[in-house]
């Protein structure tokens, strides 16, 4: 269609009828399976994506281990210069890349951009972190002698992505990968194959006008087979993997076996708490953009609302109103809010839990069905769902589970204890949120006795982080920790030095062993 093609021909992706090379390693190449970028708006393909074969896989592999042997002599600082260009050269291109991740994953415009800027902001990051990724000095017992701690670059870095964001978690990754001197070998999700050739095609062009490897930044396109593989290689050091828990969790075993390293950002199942005094001028947008946003199909997602009864009848009723007046549509068109969940597979996931939320005798306040009037019959259009579960029991399925899709199970609270049991007694542990103007229930919500979350907020929504705070969740989300606060630290090997600038040989502990 022409609406894709103008998208596509404005990120340098060409139009014709041809099939497109899905592996880069300082060229282009890719002469396995192909896969099909199916856009969720229309249901038509964009383009045809050749995938790696196992022997362009090994290729890049080799290619990525010479890169990070010449990329690791780079210093660091010339390093933030090269990702202080690939900033530049993204953000001349952010909103037609922007609109090319809302043609092919399906988020809306503003979110398509703003997950660009995401990547542009990462960028700016990392510049700043080439000339402060510090090591220590610290103080030794032994006279003459002084220890440091040196961040090293760390070889090979595997960046195993999902569909939902599928340029800004490559971009976290990219970014203090590069700064702190590795090779970065890129898998991305195989129904967004589009998004990842556009992002490699502008960070290759900086490389090699830098005349850094290309293979400082490959690209191997491909589905779960070539995931596998590149887990399983020992030649990567470590694994950066975001996707779902079942997934995360055959991965970290296979990295673990091998004694690789691993960083794991998987599901969440996140909550909204509800507190009496309340802004609901904040909370009401709040839960409606978590819940609702992205489709619900952000691992921040707002999934589970706990309302305290004596506002809980009124939030329902305003988030309610906002539900049924959302506007749903192309998600390239500029008033939309709500565009089509990514697959045809997440409708029958939606059906599923809308199905089991109905047999359990759950009142559904709004949604619950698809949307089949042309045209959103074409995508994968469904309508935003709240419910409200005859249980709050945790241990309930419908609770428990992650469901990738904007499904929002609503239940009423007493006190705040009980609250923070029902948002700590899942599996999952990524985003949570508190709405209150009391600062004692702030105190305990943030504390010992708090959310059990890796995010933790308070009058903000479960989703939309920015970059600066380290971004991960606990317990099955799987104790990962991406973008700012101390994440670098993961992406280097540390040595601890202990150097004798003496002339005796002193044991530690005064340990005596004299001959
Ligand atoms: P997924 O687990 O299906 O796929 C993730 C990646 O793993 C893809 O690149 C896929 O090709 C690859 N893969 C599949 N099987 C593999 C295997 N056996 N070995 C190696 N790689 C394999 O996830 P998805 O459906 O693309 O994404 C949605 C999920 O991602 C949700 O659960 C969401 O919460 C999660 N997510 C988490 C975060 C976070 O930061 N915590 C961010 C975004 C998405």
Same mark, same amino acid.
């Given at each position: 269609s022409s609406r894709a093609s103008s998208v596509l021909s404005s990120v340098d992706i060409p139009t014709a009828d041809q099939e497109l090379s899905g592996v880069y390693d300082g060229s282009w190449k890719g002469s396995g399976d192909v896969l099909k970028s199916i856009c969720?708006?229309?249901?038509?393909?964009?383009a045809r994506v050749k995938s790696a074969t196992p022997e362009e896989l090994r290729d890049a592999l080799a290619k990525s281990r010479d890169a990070y042997r010449y990329f690791r002599t780079v210093p660091a600082p010339r390093r933030g210069e090269i990702l202080r260009q690939i900033r530049y050269a993204l953000s001349n291109k952010r909103d037609e890349l922007g609109a090319l991740v809302s043609l092919e994953m399906g988020k809306i415009r503003t979110e398509g951009i703003g997950e660009v800027q995401e990547f542009v902001d990462i960028c700016d990051y990392g510049v700043g972190l080439s000339r402060m990724m510090n090591g220590r000095v610290v103080s030794s017992e032994r006279p003459g002698h002084s220890i440091v701690e040196v961040p090293n670059p760390l070889g090979v870095v595997a960046v195993l992505s999902a569909f939902n964001f599928p340029v800004a978690v490559y971009g976290w990754n990219l970014a203090l990968s590069l700064a702190a001197g590795n090779a970065t070998l890129w898998k991305p999700s195989p129904s967004t194959p589009l998004c990842s050739i556009a992002v490699t095609k502008i960070v290759s062009r900086v490389l090699e006008e830098n005349g850094i490897p290309g293979a400082v930044a490959s690209l191997v396109i491909g589905g779960k087979d070539v995931g596998e593989a590149v887990v399983e290689d020992k030649g990567i050091d470590m694994v950066s993997f975001t996707g779902s828990e079942a997934v995360g969790r055959a991965v970290g075993k296979v990295v673990q076996s091998r004694f690789g390293k691993v960083l794991l950002e998987l599901g969440g199942n996140n909550a909204a708490v509800i507190m009496p005094d309340a802004d609901m001028s904040l909370a009401v947008p709040a839960v409606f953009f978590g819940a609702v946003g992205t489709a619900g199909q952000r691992c921040t997602s707002t999934r589970r609302l706990y309302l305290h009864r004596d506002i809980a009848s009124e939030f329902l009723a305003k988030l309610e109103k906002l539900y049924r007046s959302v506007r749903v549509? %192309?998600?390239?068109?500029?008033?939309?809010l709500l565009g089509p969940l990514h697959t045809q597979n997440a409708i029958s996931i939606y059906h599923d839990a809308v199905g089991y939320l109905r047999d359990a005798g759950a009142e559904i306040i709004a949604g619950g069905e698809r949307?089949?009037?042309?045209p959103l019959d074409q995508g994968n259009f469904v309508k935003p769902t709240i419910a409200l579960p005859k249980s709050a029991d945790p241990k309930d399925r419908i609770w428990r589970t992650e469901t990738f899709a904007p499904v929002l199970c609503a239940a009423v609270f007493e006190d705040v204890e009980q609250a923070i049991e029902w948002n700590n007694a899942v599996p999952q542990g990524l985003s949570s949120t508190l709405f209150t103007r009391d600062l004692r229930t702030v105190g305990k919500w943030i504390?010992?006795?708090?959310? %059990?979350?890796?995010i933790v907020n308070v009058n903000v929504g479960t989703s939309g982080a920015e970059i600066g705070a380290a971004f991960g969740g606990n317990k099955s989300t799987g104790w990962g920790r991406e973008s700012g606060g101390d994440a670098w630290k993961q992406y280097v090997r540390w040595s601890a030095c202990t150097i004798n600038f003496s002339d005796k040989a002193p044991l530690a502990q005064g340990v005596d062993f004299s001959a």
């Open positions: 969720p708006t229309t249901g038509e393909v964009l549509g %192309d998600p390239l068109a500029k008033e939309t949307y089949d009037a042309p504390g010992p006795e708090g959310s %059990d979350a890796g």
